[in-house]
């Protein structure tokens, strides 16, 4: 297994197939992207995680896209244009799609292989992350804080009431203000008050 940096080159491309959007289940959004893809979907982000999302039983505090149909497609596909129903805002496991990080805090990724094609052309790892929006630049820290603060947070969540995990859910992924401009900020708050409730 070749691990990648991102000034690595690698054969990538995409021929929109939709490969990469079946038998999910397992697309995991952090409380910036509830923020953004509600913004993104003209949705509140009550209705949003109603209609669009599932909790993940055995990860307290985590979310994943919901699927549909016998192939588990993720519900944000879409069928008609045969593409990525939120393309510009799409949670970061999309993002990097065929790679996977290795090590995320140091961009160490490999190529999974599940989206391998001859006629794809050689660029750099970094021009794949961010494609025309930088997006991979501008997340990649807001969502290794949210990973830090899960593997943080995961072992005291065993032994809370039900309510007040319910509690820090909201905090987490309800409490924003979308005419505030700094969402990254909103959210850092919420982990800092749900740490404090929790503790
Ligand atoms: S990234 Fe790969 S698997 Fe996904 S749509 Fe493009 S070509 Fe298909
Ligand atoms: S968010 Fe977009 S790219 Fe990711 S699985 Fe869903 S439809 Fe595919």
Redesign the pocket.
């Known amino acids: 297994m070749d691990i990648l940096t991102l000034n690595s080159k690698e054969k990538l ?9 079946i038998y999910r289940g397992d697309i995991r959004l952090t409380p910036l992207n509830v923020c953004k893809i509600s913004k993104f979907l003209n949705l509140s982000i009550k209705e949003f995680l109603k209609e669009y999302t599932d909790r993940l039983e055995n990860n307290k505090l985590e979310l994943v896209l919901k699927t549909k149909g016998n192939l588990k497609q993720c519900i944000l596909y879409d069928e008609k244009n045969k ?1 990525c129903g939120i393309h510009p805002v799409k949670p970061m496991q999309c993002v990097m ?2 790679l996977v990080p290795e090590n995320l805090k140091r961009d160490y990724f490999y190529n999974s292989g ?2 391998k ?1 001859e006629e794809f052309k050689e660029i750099k790892v970094k021009k794949w992350l961010n494609g025309n929006n930088n997006i991979y630049s501008k997340n990649k820290k807001i969502c290794m804080e949210w990973i830090e603060f899960l593997e943080y947070i995961q072992p005291k969540l065993e032994n809370i009431s039900k309510e007040k995990l319910e509690e820090c859910y909201e905090i987490l992924f309800e409490n924003y203000d979308f005419k505030k401009v700094n969402l990254k900020n909103q959210m850092r708050n919420n982990i800092k008050t749900v740490i404090d409730i929790v503790k």
């Open positions: 491309g995409c021929i929109m197939c939709d490969k990469c959007c593409k799609f065929p599940e989206c094609m």
